[in-house]
């Protein structure tokens, strides 16, 4: 019977490989929730409310809302930060909620209003991070009513919190920023967030503690000219001005600080500095060209918008001329190789403009042909946006974006390796010098003290990671992490996994 149950488990962490985003909601246009059908025609015939105008950008989830923001690229947006209760009876097309208020969201009152919102940021601390671009219209119809300002709010309260504009010296003529990252250090107090200037070839930083803000140049910023082409949807199209766009913080490593991976837009190439050069204000005058790297290349058709890492450091980001999402473990060396992709859709996922992990570990793409929007006209008899979800670690198993299994290391044992190696020859595991047989291996594995996720600062010698070749991965990966996940997806998911059949 004990044997049975395992080979269970081993066939429900497999068949879940094959488990990929599953398609939560989708509209053919938005519409938002007015307090009574009454307001609703007002705002419908004064044109406050033009719903074929309203294209979703950005999300994030935190508890039970989903946010979403819609630009003010046109008029007749009601609110530009929204969010879904996940907790409503599900509705597949759910009306978008203004966040925090209607009255929160007014245009050009720049002092309690907001205007355009792209990305935004849920931290740990339970707070949402929003930037407030400013502007009305778009490209070269495009409006400057209020300054760049952010907005900072309390979840649990769902109050704005703080009000911060950005300085003069912060922007530049053709300032454009569509994106935003959080970085929370010892303390909710010592939290950065970083924001890049897409347009202005800039990077943004703004410390919480010391409320002030500033601003690094430097040419990894910019476009790679010959990546300058697009095609995408049917459609052909050049955003060959489009510099650093997607930026995501690694874990803390063990110096204390984060790695910040960027990318341009215009570009096939990964480029990353360590937030203790973005923390340091005085780094802006004082030569740190050489501070800043190159990760690496993902080769043709990788351009991004959005990218997000986990707590293990798996890194996912969308993937916009293969309507898909990509992922690469940033422990391997970035390159063609060793990127993956999860899952992609030439229907569902034209554009996946945005994508979060939430504290589940579940992941959220939102896709929104916006190119299409842009470029040409949507056709509103078709689904034009969609919210996909589904959980990290099934996204990325089997494919080389896998991290290492981690194991902690009892402390009374006498083995504390460094490492560990299968010795193909032996058939068995290699520790310094030690035999280490799976069995032992196997054993450790009762000992995991803490989840997995728990382990932002890696207190080495506690734990090794082990790469496991792939042929014996089943019958010695018994893998904690993958079975718990597949329990934890959500309720509304209620597709169930077809188990393999042995053949
Ligand atoms: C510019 O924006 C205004 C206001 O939304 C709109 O009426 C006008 O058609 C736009 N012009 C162009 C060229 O898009
Ligand atoms: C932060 O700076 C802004 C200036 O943009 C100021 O209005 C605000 O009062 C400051 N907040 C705090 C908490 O110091
Ligand atoms: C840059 O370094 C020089 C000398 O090392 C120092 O005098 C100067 O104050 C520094 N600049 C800033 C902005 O910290
Ligand atoms: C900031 O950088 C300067 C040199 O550019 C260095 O002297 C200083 O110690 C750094 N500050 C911190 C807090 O690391």
Redesign the pocket.
């Known amino acids: 019977m004990a044997a049975r149950i395992l080979i269970l488990g081993c066939l429900i962490s497999f068949a879940s490989a094959a488990v990929k985003l599953q398609e939560m909601f989708s509209w053919n246009v938005l519409d938002w929730n007015y307090p009574d059908s009454y307001s609703r025609q007002n705002a419908l015939n004064s044109g406050d409310l033009q719903p074929e105008n309203a294209l979703p950008v950005g999300i994030e989830k935190w508890e039970n809302k989903l946010f979403v923001t819609v630009p003010r690229w046109k008029s007749g947006i009601p609110a530009t930060l929204n969010y879904i209760r996940l907790d409503d009876r599900y509705e597949p097309s759910p009306k978008l909620n203004p966040y925090p208020s209607w009255k929160g969201n007014e245009l050009g009152n720049c002092d309690t209003g907001l205007n355009t919102v792209y990305r935004i940021k849920a931290d740990e601390c339970g707070r949402l991070w929003v930037l407030d671009t400013g502007t009305f219209g778009y490209d070269t119809n495009v409006t400057n009513l209020c300054p760049y300002a952010l907005n900072v709010y309390d979840l649990k309260t769902n109050q704005r919190i703080r009000r911060y504009v950005l300085r003069p010296e912060d922007i530049v003529f053709t300032t454009f920023i569509a994106n935003i990252a959080v970085d929370i250090g010892s303390s909710c107090e010592d939290t950065f967030a970083y924001f890049s200037d897409e347009l202005g070839y800039g990077l943004i930083v703004y410390s919480w503690e010391e409320n002030k803000s500033w601003r690094f140049s430097h040419s990894y910023f910019m476009p790679d000219p010959l990546t300058g082409d697009f095609n995408i949807a049917g459609l052909n199209f050049q955003w060959g001005a489009e510099g650093i766009f997607g930026i995501a913080p690694s874990p803390i490593k063990s110096d204390g600080y984060r790695t910040l991976y960027f990318s341009p837009l215009s570009s096939h190439t990964e480029f990353s500095v360590s937030t203790?050069?973005l923390?340091?204000?005085?780094?802006v005058?004082?030569?740190?060209f050489k501070d800043f790297s190159v990760v690496g290349v993902r080769g043709p058709n990788g351009h991004t918008t959005a990218k997000v890492i986990d707590n293990l450091g798996i890194q996912l980001f969308n993937l916009i001329d293969q309507n898909a999402i990509g992922c690469w473990y940033s422990a391997r060396p970035y390159k063609p190789q060793n990127i993956a992709i999860v899952d992609k859709d030439d229907v569902g996922l034209v554009f996946p403009s945005d994508i979060k992990v939430d504290d589940n570990r579940n992941v959220w793409v939102i896709s929104d042909r916006m190119p299409v929007f842009l470029e040409a006209e949507l056709d509103y008899s078709d689904i034009n946006f969609r919210i996909y979800t589904a959980s990290l670690d099934s996204l990325v198993e089997g494919t080389v974006c896998e991290p290492p299994i981690r194991f902690q290391l009892n402390p009374q044992t006498l083995v504390q390796p460094q490492s560990v190696n299968y010795n193909t020859n032996l058939g068995s595991w290699q520790t310094s010098n030690l035999p280490y047989k799976p069995a032992i291996l196997q054993s450790q594995l009762s000992l995991l003290k803490k989840p997995l996720t728990e382990n932002i600062i890696p207190t080495a010698p506690s734990y090794i990671d082990v790469d496991f070749p792939k042929q014996i991965r089943p019958a010695i990966a018994y893998n904690p992490r993958t079975i718990t996940d597949s329990y934890k997806r959500p309720w509304w998911l209620k597709r169930t996994y077809d188990v393999y059949e042995d053949s």
């Open positions: 203790r050069i923390r340091n204000e005085s780094k005058e004082n030569g740190s």
